[in-house]
Every structure is written in C-alpha cells, then in structure tokens.
C-alpha cells in the first residue's frame, strides 16, 4: 500500500497549444519531487486541430489512464474542451482552465454554436467544487511568450495546494528543465498563476 | 549536447516515453542495427535514435520503405551477427509475416528483436488485431511490458534472451505503453559494442529447402522449449500471494496487469485475492501457472482482445487434471478495446462476490465537435477538389492510408474504399475490372514506395484500367513526418538518397503519366480531364510539400495570406465546397483566418472573385 497521496489528474487541450509538453513538465516535476509518477497520451494523426487529451497519474498508480469521474482534477488548455472532458471529472473535484476559445471549423463557419463562457462556468460549477478560469494567453503575452501561458495554469494548479508539491518546487523545476531562451518568461509566468490563486 | 538516453549512467533515473525507455534498452543490450518502418505507436522509438544522433556511430539506423523489407534488412544484420531491432505497428508485422516465418527456422545467432505495437482501443488504426497471435503462429517468445521501466528492462531482455536461443523475439506492446511516461531507472551501457556474432557459412541451415527446413524445424521446437525454462522463472513472471492464502486468483498479462492492481488497491480488496502478473507470456511457463493455481478454487484470466491467455491457462487446467474454475472473456471483460481500472472493478467485484454499481457518466451533449481535418493549405485538399469538380460520383475513388484518408470526408468524399497500405491501386485496379465506372485511386508518397510499385506494375502487366494518383508531399506526414525516398536530398543529409518517383513510374512502363503542382488547380483539373477519355493505367503525381512540414522543418512560413474581398454567392460556394479550415464566417459575412492559412492560393482560383492574396501584415 503506498503512503503518498494519489492524486489523478486530466489534461485536455487542442492539438498545437502544447498541453502534452505541459503534461510531460509536471510528470517531470513531480519526478523530482519524489512523487511516484506515471502519464499517459494519446497522440493521434499529425494534423492541427484535433482534441488532445493526457493524464497524469500521481502517488503509486500504475495504470496511465482514466475513465469518466475518475479525475481529482482537470487541467483544461480550452474552455469548450474543458466542458467535453468535464465527465472525467469525479463529484467534487477541482477545475483549473484556459478561458481563452479556440472555435472548432463548425463554430468558424457559423454551423454549429459555440456555448457562452457563463454556460460553461455554471454547467463546471455543477460538478466542480471549486473551478479557476484564467486568461491565459493574455497572461501568457504579457510574461512574454503565448506558449507561457501554460505555465499560468500549471502554476496556478501547484499554488493550490492540491498537488504534492508546491509551485516552489514547480519553480525548480522550470529552473531545471526548461532551455534558457524561454526561462525569464516561464518564470514570470509562474508568477501570474501564483498570484491568480493568491487573488481568487 | 548530452542526451541521457545516449550517455545516461546505470543507476540514473529519468521520466521516459515508454518508447523512449525501449531505445534505452536497447541501448544497454548494444543494439547495432536498427531498422523500421513507421506507424503510430510504434514511431517514436526509430525516431528517437534519429534524434539521438548516434546513428552511424552507435548504431546503424534506417528507415525502410516497408516492413518485409525493414524485416529482411533486420534479419540479415542478424544472421551477420548484429544484435537488430525492427519497429513496426500491429497491421506491419502483417507485412513482414512471411521473412519472419522462415527466419524463425534458420534461426539468427546475432539477436533480432521485433517490436510490434498494437493498437487495443483503435487509437490510429484501421483494426485492433492482437499481435500475440504472431507469438504462437510463428513460435516467438513475447514480452509484454506495463511500464516505462519494464519497456526499458524486457527491451533488453529481450536481447538476452535472442542472443542466447538464436530465435527472433517479439517485444509486443500497446498503445498506452508506448505512449506512458513513467520513471525508468537506468542499468548500464556496455563497455564496448564490439561483440558480431561470426557468421559461420552453413547452407544446411540458412537455406530452407524443405529437407533443411524439416530439421530445422525441430531445432525451432526446441528451442522454444528452452524458452519456456526461461518462462518458468523470469523475473517478469511474479505472484503476489497475500498472507492469508484466499482461494481466488488472478493471472493477468500485459497493460492489464496494471489496472488489477490499480483497482484491487483502491477498492482495498488486494489481500482478497492472489495475482500471478506474466511479462514474459510466450511461451507459456506452464509449470508456474500450474503452480500457482494448485491450491486456488477459481481463477479470472484478465488480458486485452484475444482471449489467448485464458486458452492457454484452460489448456493446462486440462492437462494437470487441475479442479480450478477459470473465467475470463465476457460481458465485462470484452474481446473489444483497451481494460481499463473501471473495467476491472467491476469484472472483480463479480468474481469476488461484491456488488459494484455502476456510475453512469453522459458525455457532455451537443458540444461543437473537432474531428481530425485536413490542415489549411493541405495540397491533398486541392487534388481533391479538382477529382471532384472532373469526376464528381461518376468515378469510384479508391483510397489509402495517409493524411489524404481523411480526403473521405464532405465535401470532398474522396474515398469509396480502402483495405491497407498499397491497395488504392491493386483494389483500385481490381474493382474497375468488374465495374462500369472509372475508378481514381489515391496514394501518397510514402505508402507508394511501401506497397504502390508493385501494384502499379501489376496493373500495367495485365493491362488494367486505372487512374493513379500520386500525392507527393515529400513526407510521411500522418505518422510524423518520417523520411520516405521521396522526400527532398537536403532533408535527406547524406545517409538517405532521394529517389524520383517520376522516372519510376516510367521506368515501371507507365506511358501515360503527367507531373503538376497540386495548387495549380487548372493543371490538375487538365491533366484529369485528359485520363478520363483515356484508357490504361494512367499516373498523375501531384507535387506539393505538406503544409504541417514545410512550417516546421523546411523553414516556409506564409509570407503571404488570403483575404475575403467579396461576399455573396460564388464565395459562399467556395467555402463549401473547398472547406479550407482557415475559412471563417460569422453572422454570414466570410472571412479568413490569418493564423491558419498558409498563403496556398488554391481558394483565389476556387473564386477568383471573392479572394485576394496579401502581404502577410
Ligand atoms: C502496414 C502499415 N504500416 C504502417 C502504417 C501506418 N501509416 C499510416 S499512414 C502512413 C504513411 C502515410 O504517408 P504518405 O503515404 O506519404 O501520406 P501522407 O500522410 O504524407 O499524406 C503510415 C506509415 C499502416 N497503417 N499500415
Ligand atoms: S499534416 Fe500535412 S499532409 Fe497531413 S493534413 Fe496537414 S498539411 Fe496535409
Ligand atoms: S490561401 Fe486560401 S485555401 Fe490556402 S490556406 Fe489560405 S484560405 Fe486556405
């Protein structure tokens, strides 16, 4: 029987933002923290545009995958994506997303609707207990790279005290693991998503 | 700069791809050779040593242009005395079968290990076929790992193991491990690779004629039986019996193993049961799994698709005249999918006795979906267009594997049909000879090279009817854009040559073949028009880099990008037509999105009207 806290984790996002590097982060995070940890992806056909889902799995579970209301949390790279996995959600978890949209090519060519972010807020908070959305690449832009603003919301989830680890650890990490050229932005990235919790 | 995989020290610990962790094994078994031909989820791992740069100085990697061939390069490297990997997906090693079949006969004293990943749950496949199959029919001992770690460790036991009984052996995994991150601690590199096996001139076993192959054949059997002594107490074979002894096991292989475990800890039923964990499932280590249901009452077998396990383990049952009740196989635990932690909950609350009930998620209803699409500025999408605009339902389009699959969808629906790699043209071919219409097949670079020479030299034999049609991107984008021969010198370097598909089609004996750009939309259109009043096989090769590619690795940003200039009718019909993903339109006024499209123009010779290029601002 393991003693570390198991915690799962789901991640879902659109092809291209970069949720799978940001899945492999904080597997690589937590690897350092001394958290058994395992990850799963699913990467699919090389084209943009597709969902792309992952999950992480901390504390001594060996299987890298989840089912429907298995996820302690969900990490959510886009709003309408953050409302289809909602179901992977367990009663009473925690969501942290991206409140920016990316609208699927129905939604461009006026076929299909996108729903509001007041629906997706309420139909969240249906499920969630607690739920954060974050402008992230307005956030992102303003440490200094778009891409950055996946560090918003990775550093807000470890400023939440959810995770085994804190987000000094996940500062290590960055400091560690990331090339030099995009340090300085990640960093003040981390700041933003700190603060966010700090502030909600 | 130091690569961990390349240069990491024994005893060092790193988060790994689990095909990653199988390059790292391969590594510590001092892999010479390398050969693959990609396929999702096998791509990783040739892609990896790609990456890794040791090519040519560690090892010898190659991209070849099919499995059979990637099989036979592999097995020669063997017989030679290389230790070789071959990589594949599941549907390849369908490919690589018959080279496979007779090289387990003569035997390959310098070690091949076949790495085969199948695709439980139809992630990026056209079928869920179980590999392991293969295990039995061609007598290979198999490795199934669960984790990134054992990726690493059974990758290099593997080797061992091929080394010691000079038998090919399949590492077989699936898609969630080779796709799993997990810490993998690292065992050492070896001191030196300097250690070919001396090929011995012997056609009295390398030669399989039948009298050879008769003995040879009993070599095989025995050395199968050797295998199964290595079965019967690798350490990839573990029980777990709880202090208590319960009457109830569990005997389970591969990924499954994972989700028993992961679900008896969390229902807290882990000393209810014992759990017998196979790694090494071929063959089978009877004495062991005779063993270890001696004492037990009932046993569930739990294994992903085919129900070969619990054969097997019935099968010994039988033969130990042993009173245990085996299940397995149904309502729940389905020949259909991946298990899952849920899954197995539930099949064990059933076999112990507990009442489960079952939570009933919905899928979040009526959201906008994202299917897989043609990117914008795909060059597949402007050949379609013009097959369309020629032939519209009056030709049968017969597709292949690739990007260009995805050419089926409205409103282009460019494909009627399609079997595996290869077949556009040989089932193309063979379905114009039986029906009225014109047929159209549709075959992209690399899948031409695989599976499409041979096809077309076969319908210009027997002097067939078809209209080919060659999507030269210069890559295999779909699995990630690996190099085929026809991608271009440059990216090639100097270890892979180009090779023109041009002069093969004409060297083939194809008279009738036109070259275009697949964005010059009226040449396209031509060159169609002209094939349909013809007969024969016919060749276009459409000619475009993929969009995805020419981004990111042949350094083409868009300098210049469309624009709407006009509303109204003629472009609405382009934008459905067309269905350029960039195209945008809200509250009915049309627009274009800067960020995806890629300046290809095709849209402007859709509607000339209704698009201008610009510079990019
Ligand atoms: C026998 C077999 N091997 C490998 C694959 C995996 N696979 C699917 S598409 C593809 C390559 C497609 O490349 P290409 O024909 O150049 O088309 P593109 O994706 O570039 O449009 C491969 C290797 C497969 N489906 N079947
Ligand atoms: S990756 Fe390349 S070939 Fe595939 S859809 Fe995109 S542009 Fe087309
Ligand atoms: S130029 Fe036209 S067709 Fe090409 S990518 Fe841009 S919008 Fe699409």
Redo the contacts with the bound molecule.
Sequence with gaps: MSAQKRLRIYFTGVGGQGSLTATALLARTALYAGVDVVAGEVHGM??RGGVVESVLLLGGWRSPKLEYGEADIILGFEPLETLRGLPYLRKGGVVFSSSDAMPPVSVALGVESYPSMDEIRERVGAVASQSHFLPCRELGMKAGAVQAGNTVLLAALCASNLLPFGVDVFEKALQIFLPEKIKAANLKALEFGQDYIANA | MSNPLLQGKGDECHLLLGNEAIVRGALEAGVHVVTCYPGTPSSEVPDTFRRLGGNGKQYTLQYSVNEKVAMEVACGASLAGAKALVTMKHVGLNVAADPLFTATYTGLPGGLVVLSADDPGFHSSQNEQDNRNYARAASLPCFEPSSAQEAKDMTKEAFRVARELEQPVLLRTTTRVNHMRGAVRFGDLPASRDDLVEFKRNPLRHVPVPAVAKVRHKVLEENMARAQEIAETSPFNVSHVPAAKPKLGVIASGISRSYVLDALEEKGWSDRVCVLELGMTWPLPERLIAGFMGDLERVLVVEENDPLLENGVRAIAQKKGLGVRIEGKGAILTIQGENSTPRLVQALAAFLGEPCEEAVIEPAANLPKRPPN??A??S?RAVFYAARKIFGDDAIYSSDIG?YTLGMLPPLKCADFLFCMGSSISAGSGFAMVAKKPVVGFIGDSTFFHSGMTGLANALFNEMDIIVVVLD?GTT??TGHQPNPGMIQEQLGDVMRHLDIESIVRGIGVTQVRKVSSFNLRAVEKALEEFRDMSGVRVLIAEEP????ARRSLGKGASRVAEVIAQGEETKKCVDSFACPAFCCQNGEYSVDKTLCTGCGVCLQVAPKSFRLVKRG
């Design positions: 090389a084209q | 043609l990117c500025g795909c597949h990007c991107n984008a779909m993929c969009a995805l590619y």
